[in-house]
């Protein structure tokens, strides 16, 4: 058993993945949690996803070793200033947010000097969420990064690895920006692009609304499966890591001019080389486990 007790405060699509698979390596003693809505505790309560549903964070986080934040990054402050009076001597607080450096910055001002706090981001999800959509198998094989502070204690940090490692994730210390600048490239950027896309079928009007729906070839289908997701988290996520991301997004918009050019010049040796090289960056993630060369994502249906 590595922690006594975890209290999550949000129960979303990451917090109901981590109770089902800390539940099925049996890795705590029991797991509190919390939401802001109330309908979503009622859910939770119902469907018995953790040990106690608690009306409120400072309830949820007493006697937590472990909690875990699985909120909004723009809430995370206000979160962080509810529990800090009620964090027990020693815990462990952490994060799931998309965002580090931000959430750092927002989170550390209001913990009290007796407890440990450990960033933390896995990299695995879909575009479903709330408290019935979580799944154990969601962190198999994926990656969780940890961005923990100078003079973090080993001790805690430690404990932290084996419990992601203990629900089937992989584990990678990184740097708060250079985490940032990451997934600017493997998720946000790509996010963006995604919502720009969809919004521009919908803006195009001499396709209609069925046309969009009843003729969607994989790509676009695929890209209205990211643009479903959770808009309060990427309004955030945008606006707290929004200098790797514009600058992510200036590197893609002089590399969407070269293809224009291109396509204009009918210059089709630059364009077989250039998805000559993108290609080999599908194989590369498929040949990492990080996915499967199957349709859809190669994401198996539940």
Known sequence: MIYQRVAFIGLGLIASSMAHAIRRAGLVGDMTGTARSARTRAVAAEIGLVDKVCETSAEAVRGADLVVLCVPVGAMAAVAAEIAPHLSHGATVTDVGSVKQAVIDAVTPHLPGHVHFIPGHPLAGTEHSGPESGFAELFDNRWCILTPQ????????????????GIGANVDLMDPPHHDLVLAVTSHTPHLIAYTMVGVADDLRRVTDSEVIKYSAAGFRDFTRIAASDPTMWRDVFLTNKDATLEILGRFTEELFALQRAIRRGDGDLLHDYFTRTRAIRRGIIEAGQDIDAPDFGRAKR
């Open 150 to 165: 100078e003079g973090t204690d080993p001790g805690a940090l430690d404990r932290l690895t084996q419990l992601w490692r």
